[in-house]
């Protein structure tokens, strides 16, 4: 033997300890560093000295940064500000919260749905009829939440909304169909499937 | 005692190395989800094209080439979306999983994607857990998970705008620089990255770029409706 007793009782340990760290520092990735502070939406005076693609280029990249309660009131504000883009930022929204979405089916809750609704018509009550149109184009699957939503937070609008929510119908049809392609289970090649899970009812 | 302490510390030593294995490395092929337009692909090693649809299958060396008007949608890995745009070629460099032996669950222990974008355009959504990296004539470009991004590249000058997550970037001069979401990025410059609100092709790309992603998930998700069960 090259070690005395005492010597090997010291070193014995001597592997683990070179090796363990390195499993302790690999277990602990790094965070994430610091966010940099994110470019903040210019608000001028007037709406048309704001250029409407500076303004959603800038709304993207802040509402995709924006996660659960600040991304809402976040939409909110953004359609405050620019009433006349309503219509773009409810889409932008909505695929934003497709991007932060970990649905499989590429669906958004119907309750994401509904507070963005909620919150733009809110901000813009005067635009609900175009905010619901593109809307409903964007999520034809949940064409009654948005319109419930766009009633709870626009009562007076609701001869325009009803209207609007009719329009789309057709287009919503058309574009389910290029995007989607045969599926047996909802095409009914599998005979009628009994299953306690409906489709959201059509409006 | 002591001797008994130095075996059984050797064997946990072992047995912790043991964790290091590498795995089994397979490659694999790319999903073309839909194509739109003339749209052409060539395997590896040969000079000729043919019509790709949503058969072809895009191995490691395979070219995809869109024309004018044309599109490719496609999956290179799980996770790792990708919109070829018009007059756009795309070569696969490697497209490669690491598991972990004989498992066929979750036991993936790595996903590599390398493509090289020769000229053209494309939009990427990345979520997910995998090295994905894009070589272009100005610069190497390693996206992080969870990143949208469109990349645009011609004979001159490299573009690219990040709509969400993070990319770092090394261009051919050897200089690094990280790409944050709302910032573009063009090389060959010395510029550092400009807040895309400041910059309209930025502008229109962020917003085109959120739309094709909703796509792209939306084929994806179709995709995966497709299997047999």
């Known amino acids: 033997m090259f070690f005395g007793p005492k010597i090997r009782r010291r070193y014995a340990f001597l592997p683990l300890a070179a090796i363990l760290p390195i499993r302790v520092l690999c277990a602990q990735q790094p965070q994430a560093a610091v966010e940099p502070v994110v470019p903040a939406i210019i608000v001028k005076a007037s709406s048309t000295q704001t250029n409407a693609n500076q303004f959603l280029a800038t709304f993207i990249a802040t509402a995709v940064r924006l996660q659960g309660a600040k991304f809402i009131p976040y939409v909110a504000t953004s359609a405050k500000t620019r009433p006349d883009l309503a219509a773009k930022i409810v889409v932008c929204a909505l695929n934003v919260a497709r991007l932060n979405s970990h649905s499989s089916n590429g669906q958004l809750p119907l309750a994401t749905i509904d507070q963005i609704v909620r919150a733009v018509v809110s901000a813009a009550p005067e635009n609900a009829a175009e905010i619901v149109a593109p809307a409903i184009s964007s999520e034809p699957y949940a064409r009654e939440a948005i319109v419930v939503a766009a009633l709870a937070a626009a009562p007076d609008q609701a001869t325009e909304i009803y209207a609007a929510a009719v329009q789309p119908a057709s287009m919503s049809m058309l574009l389910t169909n290029t995007a989607v392609s045969f599926n047996p289970v909802k095409d009914g090649a599998l005979g009628n499937v009994n299953s306690p899970e409906q489709p959201p009812l059509a409006w | ?229």
């Not at chain 2, 999903?31 to 000729?48: F, I, M, P």
């Not at chain 2, 857990?129 to 610069?139: D, K, L, Q, V």
């Not at chain 2, 645009?152 to 990319?167: F, P, Q």
């Open chain 2, 1 to 229: 005692m002591s001797r008994v302490a130095f075996v059984c510390s050797g064997t946990l030593c072992i047995a912790l190395l043991a964790g290091c294995w590498e795995g089994v490395s397979r490659d694999v092929l790319s999903t073309l989800l839909s194509v739109d337009g003339e749209v052409v692909s060539s395997s590896k090693g040969s000079a000729e094209f043919y019509p790709a649809n949503s058969q072809t299958k895009l191995s490691a060396g395979s070219i995809l080439r869109t024309s004018k008007g044309a599109r490719a949608n496609l999956i290179l890995i799980p996770g790792a979306l990708v919109r070829l745009l018009e007059r756009a070629e795309l070569k696969i460099d490697e497209l490669r999983l690491t598991k972990d032996g004989n498992e066929t669950g979750d036991a993936v222990r790595e996903r590599i994607a390398r493509v090289e974008l020769h000229r053209g355009g494309m939009v990427g959504r990345f979520k997910g857990i995998a090295r994905f990296a894009i070589e272009t004539p100005n610069a190497a470009i390693n996206v992080l998970p969870d990143c949208l991004f469109c990349l645009d590249v011609n004979e001159n000058r490299t573009r690219l705008t990040c709509i969400r997550g993070k990319v770092f970037a090394n261009s051919k001069s050897g200089q690094s620089v990280s790409v944050d979401a709302g910032f573009v990025c063009e090389w060959p410059s010395k510029n550092p990255p400009l807040p895309a609100a400041e910059d309209k092709q930025a502008q229109t790309d962020t917003t085109a770029g959120l739309q094709v992603a909703r796509e792209l998930q939306d084929l994806a998700a179709a995709q995966r409706d497709r299997l047999p069960f």
